[in-house]
């Protein structure tokens, strides 16, 4: 089946819902963990199950060149391929082509860069990423769009703009996995009419949940924050909203204020594959010395398996010893840290306290603990 969003309660603009698929059903808002080729980097799915995963993320890009979609589907689509028994969402690849081209290489027909692997010439188009994912099976696709720079002129914008809507009529005219629901993106850069009129004319199209797409791009907060209040307004209330690409806690919460119901981001795990951690307080670094005789949990109270069975202490010694296990117990943490402010933030929506319980978030982790 197609996937279906429930509307239960605002509190202020901030949204709780359910989101019906294939796999269960889930609340929102929720953080998706990022599998790009089909894996979460160092976790296996039972693991993704205990810290509360729903939907994750994989990369049509990457999974195309290797190992090809044709092998997943004989393998039968990505959930048995991976073997995961939740949700999938796929992206476009539209984020990882945009950065290997050249914006010469960049047509009416799709776009032509070289491979990362090998140097080969490709070309991507809208009917070809779409269809890719329709033999990925997963059960979210998006639609390709072209990922705007930051900054560029309101001229390009628009023009990129048109571009990406005219792409996202293309593929989904192909379109044609019926148990797959498909996203369209809205673009726009940093320009509010180019937003309105990109989220307008992109719910003409009656695709099955609406991602916010060009933000964590490199532009300052205040910016981010205004492209995404720029399109907000003119999605409807009765389907999913998706911001691309955002995984910082302030953020998931400026986000939820402002209406989103779903985030990704490969940020935790490879803050984690870096010796980085969050905490309530702000993130910190188990490089530091500091930690060599902390003999306490990353964070007291976190349920996650990283900190009801290990030490900063111990992580860090893995850290420093180069074991691979020391990446596995800080993205643990890390993915169960963004999942658990979801479940927070649900639950604070639930009962109209939304805006205290960010406010008391946001005084705690800006003591920047290090």
Known sequence: MKIKYELLKNDGKARLGKLHTNYGTYDTPMFMPVGTLANVKTLMPEELKAIHSAIILSNTYHLWLRPGEDVVLHAGGLHKFMNYDG????DSGGFQVFSLAKKKDITEEGVKFKSHIDGRELLLTPELSIQIQNKLDSDIAMSFDECIDYPVTHEYAKASTERTLRWAKRGKDVHSNPNQSLFGIVQGGEFEDLRKWSAEETVKLDF???SIGGTSIGEPKDVMYK?????????????????MGVGEPLDILEGVRQGVDMFDCVHPTRLARHGNAFTRCGKINLHNAKYKEDFT?????????????????YVRHLLVCNETNAGR????????????LTEEI???????????YSKEFIDKYDKKAN
């Open 87 to 90: 949700p999938i969402l796929t």
């Open 208 to 210: 099955d949940g609406y």
């Open 227 to 243: 492209m995404i209040s720029y399109a907000i307004p003119y999605l409807p209330q009765d389907k999913p909203r998706y911001l």
């Open 297 to 313: 949990p990353i964070e007291d109270g976190c349920d996650c398996y990283t900190c009801k069975n290990f030490t900063k202490a």
């Open 329 to 340: 117990l800080l993205s643990i943490h890390n993915l169960r840290f963004l999942i658990r």
């Open 346 to 356: 649900r639950e604070a929506i639930k009962e109209d306290r939304f805006e205290e």
